[in-house]
């Protein structure tokens, strides 16, 4: 067991410290926002992710699992500090990296032990050095301490899943005590761990996301060329799949990426890369196909409706993807924005985000269920494929519309179905 405190509790970090608590550490999340700290406290989530209200109650009842806004207490009272706060991009692209220098700092002024501090927020190559020298520059008296890089690859919405069964650990250490540190906290863990210098650990993080942003958004390149040739995409993608060098997953096509982390993590690299010389257009390349493809379904939206003044149209998901509330970045904020510039009025539906999305979206309208936001619509616009989605009664659906027309950004749907069923079904890549 060691004693280990997590700052910031966004998504990584409330995650990690819940999941950590999990492994019979004692966990203490800190975080400078005095409200979310008492909420969480009334075991009120700040975000929605399935199963953490569970895991944080039964972690707090058993008192493995606490939560403050002293981090000059937690300090002290911890060997281990993970920092996961916020790491937002700034106007050029470039990672914010302020955060992590304020906690540094604080740090550096607490401890008066040995501590360990580890990395856990996405951060550019040499953030570790950084923090390294500022905790050196602030500390008050000659205190022993490592700086580690241990990157988090959960994903919104499987995040606790992905925490306790990840395809790796990476750790990236200077020391053998912090490597030593590390592999016996997460030792209950069943997974390959790769010990690293901490240089590499950070660009694991960075390559790895946009490795998969990449993958993306080849696949809606891919599916561009299907949709001309009347080829279709989702038999490309299998086929493509089967090789075990390429892999079906992240080949789905549609409307593309968003979310806090690739769009602002492709952005990160491409920066860091360029400061160190090194143009790495292959991700700028990446960027622009993604945003293209949000741009291919307002184009299919008036192809369909002709002209977009006056017209209701039914949105159906805003979340930047399923089983999640989180709307940064989000396709739908693009899309819904073109909408509303070409005159159409939107009717939202979805099942988490509204409380989020009306802190983003202007002048739009949510309902309680697709069909309410179906009566009397134009068309259906489908941007986030939450599972309830298909166990719409589409027959129910093509009565409510003014006209059966639907325009599927995530190819939910069965084309041959949905003209059994007289609608008009557009989708992604699939030559309809
Ligand atoms: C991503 C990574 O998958 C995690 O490994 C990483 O830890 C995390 O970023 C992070 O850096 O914190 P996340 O952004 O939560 O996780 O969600 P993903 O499931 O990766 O989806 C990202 C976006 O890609 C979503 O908008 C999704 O709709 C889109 N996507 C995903 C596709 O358009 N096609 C696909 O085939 C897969």
Redesign the pocket.
Known sequence: MRTICVVGTG??GLVTGACLAELGHRVVCVDNDVRKIQQLKKNIMPLYEPGLDVLVKNNVKRRRLSFSVNLKTAVKESEVIFIAVVTPPRDDGSADLSFIETVACEIARSMDTYKLIVDKS?VPVETGENVEVTIRRNLVKKIPFDVASN?????????IK?TFHPDRIVIGVKSKKAEQILKEIYAPIKAPVIVTDIKSAEII?HA??SF??M??SY??AVSNICERTGADIEKVAEGMGMDKRIGR??????????????PK?LEAFYWISRKMGYEFNLLKEVMEINKSQRILLVKKVEDALWNLKGKNIAVLGLA???D?D?MR???SIDIIADLQKAGASIRAYDPQSVKRAKLVLKDVTYTKSPYEAAKGADCIVII??WDEFKEIDMRRMAKLLKHPIIIDG?NMFDPAAMRALGIVYKSMGRGE
């Not at 990157?151 to 995040?159: C, M, N």
């Not at 997953?249 to 690739?262: D, E, P, V, Y």
Request: charge should be negative; proline fraction near 6%.
């Open positions: 998504y990584v996405t990157p988090e690859f959960l994903r919104e919405g499987s995040a992905d993080k790895s996301n998969l942003a993958k993306i696949i809606n997953s992240f080949l789905n096509a549609g409307i593309g990426f968003g979310g806090f982390c690739f993590d930047f993807k399923p999640t989180d970045f989000a396709p986030t494929e995530r």
